[in-house]
């Protein structure tokens, strides 16, 4: 099953609810060109620690973890099943996913187990049933008792609550975070990029602009950041608008925007 049909029935399925907060799914021709500007100086992926902010159904995840098992089997040729099963089931666990979703926590799994099973014949499959490998259990719910094994880092949860487990120190945060206006006060958005030791500002209470704030709290110092984002992120001339551009631009190296907004239709049904 291709990670862009269930991305397509994930986003048929979405509530309006869910569109009202800018939830929508990300085609995957644009995932792949994310991928492709975000891993361009990256020699190797193995090994490296990846972070989606808004996972959704999980189609920079999963192509990320298609590039690592590509590497890892042109790296180990004449590796035996058991190996190979084992070792790309640590490169699956390593990928770390936030959403508010449930739902989406649940599709981004299962698009995970797909494609690790991609790398495995049915004949392979069937003999590591037998001698007791199951599927990693991938997603943290708040709601868990404590103690629960979870081999996986895609995490159920806002991605601006407090008091969380996200990583901190990553290779790569990548994504296409939800658009909207719906940063308001209240929400958790708004209190994280209003607390004291921040105070980022946030044009048109744009939702997107908080993840990009919050995204480099996240990596590492040698690492790299690469969304997705509303042109008027970086284009538009309102008053906050320019105080988000003059203190980024300040804050962090830019190596390249790459302006889309000319082909959003095709991008984006909607």
């Known amino acids: 099953i291709p990670i862009e049909a269930i ?31 975000a891993l361009s100086n990256s020699p190797s992926l193995l ?32 590796a035996r099943n058991d190996r190979r099963a084992r ?3 640590k490169v699956l666990c390593s990928l770390y996913g936030v959403d508010i979703n449930p739902t989406a926590c649940r599709i981004t799994a299962f698009s995970l187990y797909l494609a690790y099973l991609d790398q495995l014949s049915p004949r392979d499959i069937q003999e590591l049933q037998q001698k007791g490998h199951k599927l990693p259990r991938l997603i943290h719910y708040p709601e868990a008792a ?19 487990e996200y990583p901190v120190d990553t ?3 990548v994504g296409n975070p939800p658009w909207g206006s719906t940063a308001v006060q209240g929400t958790h958005a708004a209190k994280w990029c209003a607390n004291p030791d921040h105070q980022y500002p946030i044009p048109d209470k744009q939702i997107s602009a908080a993840f990009v704030w919050k995204a480099a709290h996240h990596v590492a110092d040698s690492g790299r950041i ?6 008027g992120t970086i284009f538009n001339h309102g008053t906050t ?30």
């Open 171 to 173: 290779d790569l945060v």
């Open 226 to 231: 690469c969304l997705v984002l509303p042109h």
């Open 146 to 164: 404590k103690g629960r094994t979870v081999e996986g880092n895609i995490w159920c949860g806002d991605f601006f609550a407090e008091d969380t």
């Open 241 to 270: 608008a320019l105080e988000f551009q003059r203190t980024f631009f300040k804050r962090h190296a830019v190596d390249l925007i790459l302006n889309l907004v000319d082909y959003q239709f095709f991008s984006f049904e909607e």
């Open 47 to 78: 090994g490296r620690r990846c972070l989606d902010p808004a996972c959704g159904s999980g189609i920079f995840l999963v192509g990320l973890f298609n590039r690592m098992a590509e590497e890892w089997m042109q790296v180990n040729p004449e």
């Open 87 to 89: 070792e790309l089931r």
């Open 7 to 37: 991305s397509a029935i994930y986003e048929r399925f979405l509530k309006g609810s869910d569109k009202l907060e800018g939830a929508f799914y990300t085609p995957r021709f644009l995932a792949e060109l994310v991928l492709d500007v």
